[in-house]
C-alpha cells in the first residue's frame, strides 16, 4: 500500500491590492507538490481585491490558520497599505518564526522585512524597490529567485513562478518539480526580450521608472520608515 506524502502547509498572506498572479502563479505549481495544503490567509474572509479588477476569497483568517511549513507573502500595490496593518505583520513574524520556508514574491518582501525576517539575509524583489532592501536590513542580490538558508525571495510577478519549482525541487525532488512544470508546460517564450532593465532598452526603463515606479517606490519608502 503506497504511503500518503507528508502533508505540507502552504500559506499565503493576503491583502487588498495584491497583485493576483504574486499569488496564483506559484500557488497553482504549489498546490502540486505532494501533501501541498494551500491556506489563503486574510484578517478575514471577505474577498480581496486584486489589482486585476477581481477578487480572490480567502479560506482562512489569520487567528485559525494553521503553522505554515511554507509561508509565502506576494507583492503588489497593496503592501504600502499592509504595512500599517499590526495583525498582518503580526501574523507574518509569528508564523515566520516556525515556518520550514519563508517566501515572498515581488513586493511582498517588504512584509518581510518589516516582520523582522530579512535581516542580515540576501535577497531580492521588483527591480524597481531593490535599492529599498537595505532599509529593512537585507543585502540585495542580482538574481530572478535568492535564496539564503531557509529564506527565499523572488523578484517582480512572474518570478514567483520559478520560485515555486525551485522550492518544489527543495521540499519533494528535482525529478517532481521538472514533472509538474511538464504538466503546467511552462515552457515561456516571451515575443520580446524586455523583461528585466538589463535586456530592455534604457529608454523603456526609464519611461516606466518614471510614469509609474518612482513615485511608488517613493511611498513604499516613506511606509517602510512609518512601519520601522
Known amino acids: 500500500m503506497t504511503e500518503s506524502p507528508t502533508p505540507v502547509n502552504v500559506v499565503f498572506v493576503l491583502f487588498p491590492e495584491i497583485t493576483q498572479l504574486d499569488f496564483t502563479g506559484p500557488a497553482q505549481f504549489l498546490t502540486r507538490l505532494p501533501g501541498a495544503r494551500i491556506h489563503a490567509a486574510a484578517e ?7 489589482d486585476s479588477g477581481f477578487s480572490i476569497v480567502p479560506n482562512t483568517r489569520f487567528g485559525s490558520c494553521p503553522q505554515a511549513d511554507v509561508l509565502c507573502v506576494p507583492g503588489g500595490f497593496g503592501v504600502v497599505a499592509a ?31 518589516a516582520a523582522g525576517l530579512l535581516r542580515g539575509k540576501r535577497a531580492t524583489t521588483h ?65 520580446y526580450r524586455c523583461g528585466h532593465p538589463a535586456t530592455a532598452e534604457p529608454a523603456l526603463v526609464l519611461q516606466l521608472r518614471a510614469g509609474r515606479y518612482e513615485q511608488a517606490a517613493a511611498q513604499m519608502e516613506q511606509a517602510l520608515q512609518r512601519s520601522g
Open 83 to 113: 504595512l500599517a496593518r499590526q495583525p498582518i505583520l503580526d501574523f507574518v513574524r509569528v508564523q515566520g518564526k516556525r515556518a520550514q520556508w519563508i517566501t515572498s514574491v515581488c513586493t511582498g518582501a517588504f512584509i518581510l522585512g
Open 127 to 191: 527591480w524597481a524597490y531593490t535599492h529599498l532592501l537595505p532599509q529593512v536590513g537585507a543585502t540585495y542580490e542580482n538574481a530572478r529567485v535568492v535564496t539564503d538558508g531557509n529564506l527565499v525571495t523572488a523578484g517582480g510577478v512572474t518570478s514567483g513562478i520559478d520560485f515555486a519549482l525551485g522550492l518544489i525541487a527543495h521540499v519533494a525532488s528535482p525529478a517532481v518539480a521538472q514533472r509538474i512544470q511538464l504538466a503546467l508546460e511552462y515552457d515561456p517564450a516571451p515575443p
Open 44 to 50: 478575514t474572509l471577505d474577498p480581496i481585491e486584486t
